[in-house]
């Protein structure tokens, strides 16, 4: 349990990604904090556009397809709920002074300012490139709580937009129905220098040695297209994970798990310490 949090500081959320877990994590944020009556900021970064395919499992309308994602759903809620919400999706946030920026005020740092705000980062990003970002944020600043949301994609056959399901094969159809299910939100917190919880490339070390993960700005239009899919009860599932978290922070004042395992298909979310990480993943991947 980690005590100290107090309630009167100003959350200052940077949330990266505002697409199928992201934009149904702004929705609970936005609710949250219009709730909780105290001051804040909350942006929202990600260049991505709205497209047609879209609109079956993200927030979103038809007369919105063409318009960049976070700019929607920030004047959304920030209408709704009467925040202080803004986006910024000028281009994808690929270097720790980029994401600096995104949480500086009018006299410097939320950073640096521990006993005004509470400086928090959300990640729903689907790449390996960004989290080694964001670690590498995490390790050079010194207040942060960072809140991470990974879910696993559908496994699909590589011709999958192009080739109807009907086609495939028995065992790609039971690859497919069988997986997509899980994931897990790791909770980080830095405060004054001092690692109080690891975040989540501590947790999960194939993060930093992914070699593979590319910025997303690299990607063509056709290879964003071809990545693979997420179920929309996953994705649910995940916000959850992230709001439950942060209303504990926010309400309470505390963080009391580091990691929360999830399970779409099962129904299942459990909230863990650290040092029993293992032996719940052994027992989940049974």
């Not at 991505?48 to 976070?70: M, R, S, W």
């Amino acid at each position: 349990m980690i005590n100290g949090f107090y309630s009167h500081l100003r959350p200052f959320i940077v949330q990266i990604g505002t697409g199928g877990t992201g934009g149904y994590i702004v929705q609970h944020v936005a609710q949250m904090l219009g709730s909780l009556g105290r001051e804040h900021v909350y942006v929202l970064a990600d260049p991505d556009q709205i497209e047609k395919k879209n609109l079956k499992n993200q927030l979103f309308l038809e007369e919105e397809i063409g318009l960049p994602k976070a700019e929607v759903l920030a004047e959304r809620y920030s209408q709704s709920f009467g925040l202080n919400l803004w986006s910024n999706t000028e281009r994808y946030i690929e270097s720790v002074e980029e994401l600096m920026e995104l949480f500086k005020v009018d006299y410097g740092s939320a950073l640096h300012s521990p006993h005004y705000y509470l400086p928090i980062l959300i990640s729903a990003v689907d790449n390996n490139f960004s989290r080694q970002l964001f670690h590498d944020f995490y390790q050079s600043v010194p207040n942060l709580i960072y809140i991470d949301s990974g879910n696993e994609s559908v496994e699909v056959p590589a011709d999958w937009l192009t080739r109807p399901m009907n086609e495939w094969t028995v065992e790609e159809k039971e690859t497919y129905a069988n997986s997509g299910y899980s994931g897990q939100v790791v909770v980080g917190v830095k405060r004054d220098n001092k690692v109080l919880q690891e975040p989540v490339a501590d947790m999960f070390p194939d993060i930093l040695t992914d070699t593979d993960s590319v910025a997303p700005s690299a990607l063509s239009c056709s290879q964003l297209s071809a990545s693979e899919p997420q179920r929309i009860i996953t994705n649910k599932f995940a916000s959850l994970a992230v709001v439950n978290a942060l209303q504990e922070i926010l309400y309470e004042g505390t963080i009391s798990h580091q990691i929360t395992y999830f399970h779409a298909r099962r129904g299942y979310m459990r909230s863990i310490e650290r040092q029993e990480k293992d032996e719940l993943l052994e027992e989940l991947l049974k």
